[in-house]
């Protein structure tokens, strides 16, 4: 998931390709979503959106690093599927959007729109999941940053 304002973020984080916006929703982080690269940082909003600071630049320095944040996960029981295979590919691997279609009797574009609709990437790795053919899109997008993101979170956890 992706979008271009800063609005209603907890806190925004930089990275190389990108920036990450934090939400949250009670005790529970809402949504990570990777922003364009000019969005300004945030400094964290509570004390849970500094915990999600922390681990996602922990990350950020080193891909081996561990997430144990507390999520508000939504979504379909097919999406819920998916992001579950997602958050067992290990990093410095990728798997094929039609090897996980295989594997749960679907479309290799239905676990496609699933990604894209991961409220929590970085966390549940859907940047882990390329095309038969190359790369392949990111969080609904074909071009653009969050493609450059995808090949540096890619490079950073070396599976490209």
């Known amino acids: 998931m992706n979008t271009d304002s800063d ?4 806190a ?8 990450v916006g934090i939400a949250t929703r009670g005790e529970r982080l809402s949504e990570i979503a990777y922003l364009s690269p000019d969005t300004r940082p945030i400094a964290p909003r509570s004390r849970l959106a500094e915990r999600a600071v922390r681990q996602i630049e922990r990350y950020r320095d080193d891909p081996e690093a ?5 999520l508000d996960l939504r979504g379909t029981p097919f999406q819920l599927a998916v992001w579950r295979l997602l958050e067992r590919i290990p990093r410095g691997e990728t798997r094929t ?16 729109q699933a990604c894209g609709e991961n409220h929590f990437p970085v966390v549940i790795p859907c940047h882990r999941v390329v095309a038969a053919s190359g790369l392949g899109g990111f969080a609904h997008a074909r071009d653009g940053y ?8 890619l490079k950073h956890e070396r599976a490209i």
């Open 12 to 19: 925004v984080v930089g990275f190389p390709a990108m920036k």
């Open 97 to 112: 959007y039609g090897a996980l279609a295989k594997s749960l009797g679907s479309a290799a574009r239905a676990v496609g």
């Open 146 to 153: 969050l493609l450059e993101a995808k090949r540096w979170l």
């Open 66 to 70: 561990v997430f144990d944040l507390p």
């Open 7 to 10: 609005a209603g973020y907890a």
